[in-house]
């Protein structure tokens, strides 16, 4: 016979082999999932999951495909939860503290609860992120939140109404855009096919007979 | 938390570490090769395949799975939908919001056009999502697009289509530098190099990264961007029926919002595929790595429509899936612990194959240590090889493996692994669709004229087998193309009178064959609730 535990999925108690995640253990229950599952392998965020264990005090933040059921689980998933997205044209943004004063003002409402920090499901050190972010330390922001998959668990125990997360994006992608340094390489490399460098050697390589191609192949110099 | 016999196992792996460090292991020849495919890849089990009965590919062969799914009628033929009523009226309408349809969208959108997207899940829920390796692109100065043509050709054995293969490598470093202006952080030194490295089959440095999370960082820039300009977004809604005219367009899609089962009709001048894999069709029982929604629907929806497949029957098993522990099982462990150094290993502490061959060698290569010679370590849902981890760190310094790969660090220290002291268990799992729709040069199927297809769902950019890195690169590229296009194509195309005969005279071809099912499909979701299993 199974390990089996009881688990109890927004209140209702099933019982589900003890070796499963959350997720398939709601499918083992029986739910068909469509909202709160994405990915199933921890990378999209879509099933944020908060839950109690039985007898306990402490609420938990997880996601639900990457972990295991324990005996005595209150789970209820958050399949959605409203943070608040600002738009813009990045074209027109400028890397410094500015920027994030204009566009997500409330990261200077943290109280430093360090509650995002304690929910994030991704163990990133969320509030410190977030201070990066208020003092426009942007690249450093960046880099701190590099790993966060938008589950929104930070988010849902902010007090401050934080969207963390979108402040993540915004760091990442002016860090990209305007912090990173340029690569020449590339933009040269860009420079020359438009310029048509290589048409002609494409079209030789196109119209090669496959026996020399796979001579070509087989006997290419490997970069060591 | 390994298992007692797993601890032995890894015993002699370390035993061997030290005279395996610095040593690669050699290289198949051609034909070495060419039998070990023929032996033990999947592609090759004939009782993995049925032929398809009606249908431009008639007479060829599919997984039987997705053969099933040709096989299966369409919903609309019970569900009546009234065309007229009209709930969106677009120029471009694209289908599936992976990084292939986002691009799109973009560039649509960037070209003036009137789109939209639909998704069936959240928009970047979606393979691109869980990309880890990189993205490939030749860029520096010992690498030349002909290089990566050739690299991607034999890889790919030969067969990929020469203009769809041209159009990627010619157009890969404009890709990554478009993403790279929309923000996307890729891995660079000091002085903006971009640091690059190899991927199985390629003979250059290509592999551009952003750590382990490379497809993560450009779907999320992605989305963002697609969402500050502000282009209409239904999630939650699936196509499931193409619209045509009688003058034997695409005029637009029905779809099925996921949450309430109603139908909705989407009518637009160009309509652009970009619905991603078929992972979860779980050919010949694999586990996969792909996403929720990987089912193959713009495949199906797009044949039934008249479009045709192209290498629909050959499939890419990813060497390195997750054999233990179960609760992540069929999860990808990224090509870049072999690229950073970790070797191969079966059960008696032999490097029984060079780590970096193409992935369909690498496969094979596998289920032969594990199945004939034996040499596989059991596990409870089978059984698989080790994947020398620590290796990692010896090569690269202490600390590589938490800078470089974080993504799997962290997946397996959640199941107490830590895999920067112990090697890791691995065993193919199902990954990629090599096959799909049949396009042309400029990204049009080749019998709608005003039908795109991009990513996944496309046939003939990689051949027979697909490079790691050139996925990510062909979503880019392809995607940015097909928003572009089907842009442009909008301002010609006036549409008829929309109606669905098609899928009544693809229903009449079916019952012709003696085909008869209570099967639907697109299929949308895996069956994976206990009482419909
Ligand atoms: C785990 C993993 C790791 C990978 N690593 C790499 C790598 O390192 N390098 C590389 O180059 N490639 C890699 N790949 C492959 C690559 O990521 C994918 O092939 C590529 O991202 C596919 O992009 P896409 O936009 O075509 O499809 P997807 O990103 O899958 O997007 C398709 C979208 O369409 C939606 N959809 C499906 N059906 C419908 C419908 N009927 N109606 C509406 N919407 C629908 C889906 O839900 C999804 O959102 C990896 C793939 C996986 C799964
Ligand atoms: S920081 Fe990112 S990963 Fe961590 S809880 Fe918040 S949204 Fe989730
Ligand atoms: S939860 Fe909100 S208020 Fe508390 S530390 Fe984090 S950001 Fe600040
Ligand atoms: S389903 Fe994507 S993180 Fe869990």
Redesign the pocket.
Same mark, same amino acid.
């Given at each position: 016979m199974e390990n089996m535990v009881n688990v109890y999925f927004f209140g209702k108690r099933y019982q589900v082999p003890a070796d499963l995640t959350i997720m398939t253990a709601m499918e083992y229950a029986g739910y068909t999932l469509k909202r709160g599952c994405g990915c199933r392998h921890g990378f999209c *965020?879509a099933c &944020?999951t908060i839950y109690r264990i039985k007898g306990q005090n402490e609420l938990k933040?997880c996601l639900a495909c990457q972990t295991q059921v324990q005996e005595g689980m209150y789970v209820a998933s958050i399949p959605f939860f409203p943070t608040d997205k600002r738009t813009y044209e990045i074209n027109d943004l400028k890397a410094d503290q500015r920027v994030m004063m204009e566009l997500y003002p409330e990261i200077y409402s943290c109280i430093g609860c360090n509650a995002?920090t304690n &929910? #994030?499901?991704?163990?990133?050190n969320?509030m410190q992120?977030i201070a990066y972010a208020q003092r426009g330390e942007l690249e450093k922001c960046a880099e701190e939140?590099f790993?966060?998959? *938008? #589950? *929104? #668990? #930070?988010?849902v125990r902010c007090p401050a109404g934080i969207s963390?997360?979108l402040v *993540?994006v915004l760091a990442r992608r002016l860090t990209g855009k305007y912090i990173a340094p340029e690569s020449e390489h590339l933009t040269n490399r860009v420079d020359e096919i438009n310029k048509g460098a290589y048409d002609e050697l494409i079209e030789q390589i196109m119209q090669k007979p496959i026996t020399e191609m796979q001579e070509l192949y087989n006997h290419r110099d490997i970069e060591k | 938390m390994f298992t007692p016999d797993m601890l032995e196992s890894i015993k002699k792996v370390e035993a061997t570490r030290a005279e395996r460090m610095g040593v690669e292991p050699r290289r198949m020849t051609a034909e070495e090769k060419d039998s070990l495919l023929k032996a033990f890849h999947p592609d090759y089990r004939a009782d993995g395949f049925a032929e398809i009965q009606i249908g431009p590919n008639k007479g060829q062969k599919a997984p039987k799975e997705l053969t099933g799914l040709l096989h299966s009628n369409s919903r609309l033929l019970q569900d009546k939908v009234d065309l007229s009523k009209v709930d969106y009226d677009v120029d471009v309408l694209v289908i599936g919001g992976g990084g292939a349809g986002s691009s799109a969208a973009i560039e649509a959108h960037e070209a003036g056009a009137n789109v939209m997207m639909v998704t069936k899940l959240r928009i970047g829920d979606a393979n691109t999502m869980m990309a880890e390796g990189g993205i490939q692109a030749a860029d520096k100065e010992n690498d030349s697009p002909v290089q990566h043509y050739l690299d991607a050709f034999g890889g790919g054995h030969f067969a990929a289509r020469p203009e769809l293969l041209r159009r990627l490598v010619m157009e890969a470093p404009d890709a990554i530098r478009w993403l790279n202006e929309l923000g996307v952080m890729f891995d660079k030194d000091e002085d903006g190099r971009m640091v690059t490295t190899h991927g199985g089959g390629t003979s250059r440095k290509r592999m551009h990264a952003c750590k382990d999370y490379s497809g993560a960082e450009i779907m999320r820039t992605l989305r963002d961007e697609v969402l500050n300009r502000k282009i209409p977004v239904v999630e939650f809604t699936s196509a499931v029926e193409l619209i045509k005219d009688e003058k034997g367009q695409v005029a637009g899609a029905v779809l099925l919002n996921m949450e309430t089962d109603d139908y909705l009709v989407a009518r637009a001048k160009t309509v652009i595929i970009a619905t991603g894999g078929a992972g979860r069709l779980h050919y010949q029982n694999f586990p996969t790595s792909n996403h929720y929604g990987a089912t193959a629907d713009g495949l199906v929806l797009g044949y039934r429509a008249g479009a045709p497949l192209l290498y629909q029957d050959t499939i890419q098993y990813h060497p390195t899936g997750v054999a233990y522990p179960s609760q992540i099982f069929g999860a990808l462990v990224t090509e870049k612990v072999r690229s950073l150094g970790a070797m191969l290993i079966n059960k008696d502490g032999e490097a029984f194959m060079h780590p970096l061959e193409t992935r369909d060698v690498s496969a094979a290569s596998i289920i032969r240590e594990c199945s004939e010679r034996g040499k596989g370590v059991d596990t409870p849902l089978g059984s698989g090889v080790w994947l020398d981890t620590p290796m990692i760190e010896m090569i690269g310094g202490e600390g590589t493996i938490e800078k470089r790969i974080p993504a799997m660090l962290r997946m397996y220290l959640n199941y107490g692994i830590d895999m920067r002291k112990q090697p890791i268990l691995i065993y193919p799992t199902l990954h990629y669709q090599n096959g799909g729709l049949e396009i042309g040069g400029e990204g049009f199927t080749k019998t709608i004229p005003n039908l795109l297809v991009a990513g996944e769902a496309v046939g003939g950019i990689h051949g027979r087998n697909r490079l790691m890195g050139n996925s990510l690169l062909d979503i880019i590229v392809f995607g940015r193309n097909a928003g572009k296009a089907a842009a442009a194509k909008a301002k010609d195309v006036e549409l008829g009178t929309m109606n669905l005969d098609h899928i009544y005279s693809y229903a009449e071809e079916l019952k012709a064959a003696g085909i008869e099912t209570e099967e639907v499909s697109p299929l949308l979701l895996p069956k994976y609730a206990r009482h419909e299993r």
């Open positions: *965020g &944020a933040t995002c &929910a #994030c499901t991704q163990n990133l969320v992120y939140s790993d966060c998959i *938008g #589950c *929104g #668990c #930070c988010s963390h997360p *993540g | -």
